[in-house]
Structures are given as C-alpha cells and as structure tokens.
C-alpha cells in the first residue's frame, strides 16, 4: 500500500509544483520521449540480466505488493522449532529424520503452512537438520557451514535489486540521449518560428526530466525497498540457525529458542513471557496462540 502511495506522492509533488508555476500539462506529453527512455531502459535490462534474475525480479516486485512478515509469522516459527527441538531431546536427532524426508507430510511441520511456503527457509532447516543427523561435525562448523549458505542466499536475493540499481544509475543517461535527438530535430528546423523552435527545444528537455525522474523518483527507491524486504527475510533464516547451533551444542529447547528470539529485531521479536507461553502452548494444540504484531 505504501509502494503506490509512494509513488503518487511522487507524481503528484512534481506535477502539482510544475502546475504551480504555470506549466501546461500538454508539454509534457511527448510520447517520443517515452518511447525512447523506456525502451532503452527494458532493453538495456534484457541484454544485461539473465532470464533467472528477471523471473527473481518479477517476483519480488510482485511480493512488495503483499503483507511483510510481522511477529505472528515469527511465532509460529518459534513453535514450530520448539516442537522439533523438543523432539530431538526425547527421541534423539534421528527421531527427526522422518520429518525432513517429506517435510510437507511431516506430522509437526504440516502444522505450519505459512513456513511451508517459504521454500527456501523449508530447504535451510532441511539440509541443515540432515548435517546434524549425519553427525562428525562440531557445532563451530556447523554454524560456519550455515553462516556461508546465508551468505549465498543472501547474496542471490539481492541480485534483482543490484540489477535495478544499473538501470536507475542508466536512466539519466538515457534521457540525455533522448534530449539529444530532440536536439538534432531542433537544429533540422533552427530556420522556423521561434515558437516552433522553442517547442521542439522543449521536447527535448522532457527527455531529460524524465530520465532524472524516472531513476531517482521510482527506479532507486524501488530497488532499495527490494533490498530491506530481502533483509527482513533473512532474518527468518537466521532465526532457524541461531536455534539449530544452539541445541546443538546441547542447550535446553527453551534455551535453544531463546538464542532463536534473541536474532530477531524489535518489532518482531516476541517478549519472554509471550515466547514462553506459546511454547507450552504448542505441545499441547500444535500451534501457538496469535500475538498481536
């Protein structure tokens, strides 16, 4: 919701000051200008952007338009380890074998729709856990081993934003080049009317004004937004290492979730009482009671 409204205050600011000062509207439709930066700016994207990053791309502007995760999405996934990581001092780390074979028919994680979704955070746990199972690994490794899956993960999440960033840092350029042709027009016609000529010296500046716009009103910001989205979603992983090492270094299950929550910043981080409780909760009804975000 704050994406469009974003954007309206960007349109509405700058035409509403351009309105202001006298302007007329019509100058600014040049559809040739348009043409121009915006085919040039989708065309730059294809030829340097790999099909993988463009579909990552579409989907990640496609998520911005989606709720965030908030503290009940941190809740049930504080449950969630909590049940696994109770099962592993009971039953032994085999007992979790089962349940990362077929993690969607797993009788604790079928539970938690809203994490079997997050596919990527399902393959972490995952793979993560089978370590634990195989064994002969420290838990210094084990985190290291982990802290460099995060960082491929992490990295690979933010190529759509870097790649967005080129295009912002090019589109400046391209409403240059826009400005220029308008410009080569110009001098084609310098034996005309002042009007005319001041017409066409006008187009050509539209280019330039939207070059600039289009980068520093739209493009950046857009990219920045996909950045911290994708920082928010790593803490979801973090969360799951964090509780992972812990209980392997042998630490209580209450324990282990506490090093899992302690990761977590401010506005989704469930207070101790609230963690507390919905982890004696979970044992009994399988999910935790909703917490207000």
Do not use: W
């Not at 809203?114 to 195989?134: E, N, P, Q």
């Not at 042709?181 to 001098?187: D, E």
């Not at 290492?241 to 282990?256: H, N």
């Not at 910043?265 to 935790?288: A, H, I, M, Q």
Request: aromatic fraction near 6%; charge should be negative; hydrophobic fraction near 45%.
């Amino acid at each position: 919701m704050l994406l469009i409204v974003g954007a309206l205050v960007v349109v509405g600011s700058v035409a509403g000051g351009y309105l202001m000062e006298g302007g007329h509207p019509v100058v600014l439709n040049q559809p040739a200008e348009f043409l121009i930066i915006g085919g040039a700016a989708v065309g730059s994207l294809l030829i340097g952007t790999p099909p993988p990053i463009l579909r990552q791309l579409a989907a990640q502007c496609k998520d911005l338009f989606g709720r965030p995760k908030g503290k009940t999405e941190y809740v049930e996934l504080l449950s969630m380890l909590f049940q696994i990581f109770k099962l592993s001092q009971q039953g032994g780390i085999m007992a979790l074998e089962s349940h990362f074979e077929t993690p969607d028919t797993s009788a604790i994680l079928s539970k938690y729709p809203t994490f079997l979704r997050h596919r990527a955070a399902v393959a972490f746990l995952a793979d993560s856990v089978k370590v634990m199972i195989v064994g002969g690994i420290s838990p210094h490794d084990l985190e290291m081993l982990m802290d460099e899956d995060l960082e491929v993960r992490h990295h690979d999440a933010t190529r759509p934003a870097a790649t967005l960033n080129k295009v912002a840092d090019a589109l400046p350029g391209l409403g240059i080049v826009a400005a220029v042709l308008g410009v080569v027009i110009t001098m084609g016609a310098i034996d005309g009317p002042a009007s005319e000529i001041g017409h066409k010296v006008g187009a050509a500046l539209v280019g330039t004004f939207l070059g600039i716009l289009l980068s520093y009103g739209f493009t950046q910001p857009l990219a920045g937004h996909l950045e911290l989205r994708m920082a928010e979603h790593a803490h979801y992983e973090l969360c799951i290492k964090a509780g992972l090492v812990a209980v392997y270094k042998g630490l209580p299950p209450a324990i282990a979730i506490e090093f899992a929550r302690r990761v977590l910043p401010d506005e989704l981080r469930p207070s101790f009482d609230e963690t507390e409780t919905f982890c004696k909760n979970s044992g009994s009804n399988g999910k935790p009671e909703a917490v207000a975000a």
